[in-house]
């Protein structure tokens, strides 16, 4: 199957399906593929090439593996303060370890829940002010969502990783 449309949909409905009724999502550096999975939502879709952006959003989607403090900074400054969820693709723990762990690290600082994930596609991150993506999953969406890879099963089972990868996570990961 493709990497990008694999990335597309777990880039977007682990978070769309995570809170609890986004209407304004802020998709950075979307390609076909996010831009055709935020499609089957009913929100408010702003895309930008970068962070250059006014307005609150209750998700934000970053299509990039560069995480570093002023990225963060501006996620932080589009997103709502209260319930927002981020996500992003990372560097994977296999291809550099210290840089994941740093990628999360910055994540963790700005959120309640900071927690990687895993597709066929990479890793990737979730931040959130308030929504646990396991423990709070949107079921009357993640199960009816018309997707080629992601599932309501494949949702929670991203969240667990192998010892050698979660042990060392272990006091950088919020969960």
Not at 80 to 101: H, P, Q, R, W, Y
Request: glycine residues 4%.
């Amino acid at each position: 199957m493709d990497k990008n449309i694999i990335n597309g949909e777990m880039l977007v409905h682990i978070p769309m399906c995570t809170h609890k009724d986004a209407k304004k999502v802020l998709a950075i550096l979307a390609d076909d593929s996010i831009r055709n999975e935020l499609a089957k939502y009913d929100a408010e879709i702003v895309y930008s090439d970068s962070f250059n952006i006014d307005g609150i959003f209750d998700v934000v989607i970053y299509n990039s593996d560069v995480l570093d403090d002023f990225v963060m900074a501006n996620v932080m400054r589009n997103l709502d303060g209260v319930c927002g969820v981020f996500a992003s693709k990372v560097i994977s723990f296999d291809e550099n370890t210290e840089l994941m762990k740093n990628s999360l690290s910055v994540v963790a600082k700005n959120f309640w829940i900071a927690m990687p994930y895993k597709s066929d596609a990479g890793m990737m991150i979730l931040g959130s002010k308030k929504y646990h993506p396991q423990a709070d999953i949107i079921l009357d969406r993640s199960d009816f969502i018309e997707a080629n890879y992601y599932n309501t099963e494949l949702h929670n089972a991203s969240f667990v990783m192998p010892n050698y990868i979660q042990k060392p996570l272990t006091g950088i990961a919020k969960r």
